[in-house]
C-alpha cells in the first residue's frame, strides 16, 4: 500500500537565534524563533511523514508546551518520527519539500541538505528532494519576517 503525506510548517525570523535548515546550521544574520531548534524543513517533512501514516502531526508527539522537547535539535524529533513510522510498517518512498525564503539564498545548502537528512532518515539522498523559492518579496516571507517550508511524502 502507499500513502501519501502532506506537511506545512512556518517559523518567525529573530535576533539571537541560530538560523536551522534541513538539519544544518546556516551562517544569517538572524534565525527562526520556536520550543525547538525551528527547523521548518525538518518540521514540514515529519508532518508531511506522520499524516501519510494517520498519526496525528508533530505538535501531538512533539508537544511546543513540553520541558522535554525545549531547545530540541529538529534531527531528533525525525528520527523519533521515522521511528513512528517504521513501528507502523512504512517506508519513505520519497519526499518532495520546498523551503521559502528571502533571504539567505539556499540553493549552495541544499546538497548538505539532502545528505543529512537522509543519513537521519536512513535513506538515500536520492530520496529527498529539496527546493528552494522565494515570494518576491510579497508577505511575510518577502518581508524577511518568517520562513515556511511545505513537504509532500510518499510512504510504501
Given amino acids: 500500500m502507499m500513502r501519501v503525506g502532506f506537511g506545512y510548517d512556518v517559523h518567525q525570523l529573530v535576533e539571537n537565534r541560530d538560523l536551522w535548515l534541513g538539519g544544518i546550521k546556516i551562517e544569517h544574520t538572524l534565525g527562526l524563533q520556536g520550543h525547538s531548534d525551528a527547523d521548518v524543513l525538518i518540521h514540514a517533512i515529519c508532518d508531511a511523514l506522520l499524516g501519510a501514516a494517520n498519526m496525528r502531526d508533530i505538535g501531538y508527539h512533539f508537544p511546543d508546551t513540553s520541558s522535554e ?82 513537504a509532500v511524502c510518499l510512504l510504501v
Avoid at 522537547?69 to 518520527?81: E, F, Q
Avoid at 521511528?83 to 541544499?110: M, Q, S
Fill in 69 to 150: 522537547t525545549l531547545n530540541m535539535d529538529s534531527k531528533v524529533i525525525l528520527s523519533k518520527t521515522m521511528e513512528l513510522i517504521r513501528a507502523k510498517g512504512y517506508e519513505v518512498g520519497n519526499i518532495d519539500a520546498t523551503v521559502c525564503a528571502e533571504r539567505p539564498k539556499l540553493n549552495p545548502h541544499i546538497p548538505h541538505m539532502q545528505t543529512c537528512l537522509a543519513e537521519v532518515m536512513g535513506v538515500d539522498a536520492d530520496q529527498i528532494s529539496i527546493k528552494a523559492t522565494t515570494t518576491e518579496r510579497l508577505g511575510f516571507t518577502g518581508r524577511q519576517e518568517g520562513i515556511s517550508a511545505y
